[in-house]
Every structure is written in structure tokens, then in C-alpha cells.
T-cell receptor, first 113, second 114 residues
């Protein structure tokens, strides 16, 4: 099936550092979404991107929809301990109109105070 | 956005039994989905729950094992039938508002099969 390659798989950083993670695919996507999942919870939507080249911020989070429509990145600036969690990219394929999401493998973020 | 609740939040079940998970949305939504998240893994779509018709299952998932109901625009159930330890996972429902691809997730049901 279709795959989203998300990297890095995990990150262990110092509080205050910036973080960057990305997702790539060989297929074209209509939509890129970034979610955060904390232990014992469902994923929470952080940012949604709908246009190639779109750059969107949500507080300290910034995400971009790649020009080729095959990739997206998420940056977190000045990390804090509550940023800990698993970050997932997800998207809908360009060839699909079913609303089905394909998820990346996740990036586990740990922040050292 | 939509607020989604699931029941039960967790359960421990015996092999061979079945469990029905309920998903309730606080508003009418166009799309509802069921996902499985195995320990330490990402989310895998099980099926799209269609209101008033049979669910649309993804490759590797079948109706006999995962029957789904969606009687209205705010409620759906997923049954995990004839369970085995390999069914131990988190089961999540999500809702889409239609017109956009954003999905909002419930807190999940943590299932352990002994």
C-alpha cells in the first residue's frame, strides 16, 4: 500500500532547542496533517495544510506543504517539556476523494528539562 | 472541530469472546472511521463507517471479524469478534466534518486479550 516515510523515528533534545521532522512519499498528496499523541490519548490535530507551498504556524509550531506535494515538515521552536509525545504526519492521496488518511510511522519526541 | 468519546476506555478480555466499542460524537458528522494502533506502532485504518449502509473495509480487515454499525450521524460501534491475543491493540474512532480532510480522534479503547 501507500507509504509515508517519517523521520526521524525518535529525538531526545534539550529544553529550548528547536526540532524538525518530516514526511516524504513517492505519491502526491492533497492534504498534509500533523498530529500529536500523548500517552493514553488519541491523536490531536496540530496543523492542516491544503495547498502546495503553504506554510502555516500554530504557536511555536510551523509546518509546510512541499512544492512537489510529496512531502511536508513540522518545526517546533524553543521546545518545552510538555512538547513530549509522538508526532504523526498524515495525508490524503491526490488520487483519492474518500477522506481516508494515511499515517506516517511517528516521531517520538523527548525533551530534557 | 468535534468532541469524540469512546466506551469502554479499556478492557481485558478472554480469548474467543467479542467486545463492542462505542463511539459518540457531539455533533453530526459526515465521515466516521475506525483505526487500530498496535503497541508502539502507527495508526492503521480498519474501515470507513457509512451511515445507513455497510462499512467499507481496508485490505486485511473483514466484516466477520470487525462488524461495524453506524445507525446515525453521531454514533458508531466496532465489534472485535472471536478475539485472540493478536487483537490486543488500541482501537480509535475518528470523525471528519466533510468538505475538509481533517479528522478528530476519540481517546481510544485499550484492549488486552488473554
Amino acid at each position: 500500500g501507500q507509504q509515508l516515510n517519517q523521520s526521524p523515528q525518535s529525538m531526545f533534545i534539550q529544553e529550548g532547542e528547536d526540532v524538525s521532522m518530516n514526511c516524504t512519499s513517492s505519491s502526491i498528496f492533497n492534504t498534509w496533517l500533523w498530529y500529536k499523541q500523548e500517552p493514553g490519548e488519541g491523536p490531536v490535530l496540530l496543523i492542516a495544510l491544503y495547498k502546495a507551498g503553504e506554510l502555516t504556524s500554530n504557536g511555536r509550531l510551523t509546518a509546510q506543504f512541499g512544492i512537489t506535494r510529496k512531502d511536508s515538515f513540522l518545526n517546533i521552536s524553543a521546545s518545552i517539556p510538555s512538547d513530549v509525545g509522538i508526532y504523526f504526519c498524515a495525508g490524503t492521496l491526490g488520487s483519492s476523494n474518500t477522506g481516508k488518511l494515511i499515517f506516517g510511522q511517528g516521531t517520538t519526541l523527548q525533551v530534557k528539562p | 472541530s468535534a468532541v469524540i468519546s469512546q466506551k469502554p476506555s479499556r478492557d481485558i478480555c478472554q480469548r474467543g469472546t467479542s467486545l463492542t466499542i462505542q463511539c459518540q460524537v457531539d455533533s453530526q458528522v459526515t465521515m466516521m472511521f475506525w483505526y487500530r494502533q498496535q503497541p508502539g506502532q502507527s495508526l492503521t485504518l480498519i474501515a470507513t463507517a457509512n451511515q445507513g449502509s455497510e462499512a467499507t473495509y481496508e485490505s486485511g480487515f473483514v466484516i466477520d471479524k470487525f462488524p461495524i454499525s453506524r445507525p446515525n450521524l453521531t454514533f458508531s460501534t466496532l465489534t472485535v469478534s472471536n478475539m485472540s491475543p493478536e487483537d490486543s491493540s488500541i482501537y480509535l474512532c475518528s470523525a471528519g466534518l466533510g468538505g475538509v480532510d481533517e479528522q478528530f480522534f476519540g481517546p481510544g479503547t485499550r484492549l488486552t486479550v488473554l
